[in-house]
């Protein structure tokens, strides 16, 4: 079947950090333009990072550039999370974004992300940043 699976979350004290992994099955990641995405109970899905299937290019959320590095390593699409705050804390979830918005550069609102059910998605990885 295929599927994406999400990997690494945990808890860390402010100013620790973390790397997120995602692994796919019956399709290669490589081919994909593939997104972070964190939620917090209650509100709504927020973009983090997203790497370009047709150029490689990276993008960034506000809230987390300079901190966070989205990479594509042996497969995998990897997010390092350093200098971690309070405010990081929510479940991270990696996707395709096909047909949420097509390619990277085409995600206007980072701050309101509506899935695509046709996208594939996993189940997310817990991250919670406290002291």
């Known amino acids: 079947q295929v599927h994406v699976v999400e990997s690494g979350g945990g808890l860390v004290q402010p100013g620790g950090s973390l790397r997120l992994s995602c692994a796919a099955s019956?399709?290669?990641?490589?081919?994909?333009?593939m997104g972070w995405f964190r939620q917090v109970p209650g509100k709504h899905r927020e973009g983090v990072s997203c790497i370009n299937y047709s150029d490689g290019t990276t993008y960034y959320a506000d809230a987390v550039k300079g901190r966070f590095t989205i990479s594509r390593n042996s497969g995998r699409v990897d997010l390092q999370m350093n200098n971690l705050k309070p405010e990081d804390t929510a479940v991270y979830y990696c996707?395709?974004?096909?047909?949420?918005?097509?390619?990277?550069?085409?995600?206007?609102?980072?701050?309101?992300?509506?899935?695509?059910?046709?996208?594939?998605w996993g189940r997310g990885t817990q991250v919670t940043v406290s002291s």
């Open positions: 996707a395709t974004v096909y047909f949420s918005f097509g390619e990277c550069h085409f995600l206007m609102n980072w701050g309101v992300i509506k899935p695509d059910l046709r996208d594939l």
């Open positions: 019956g399709f290669r990641l490589d081919d994909y333009s």
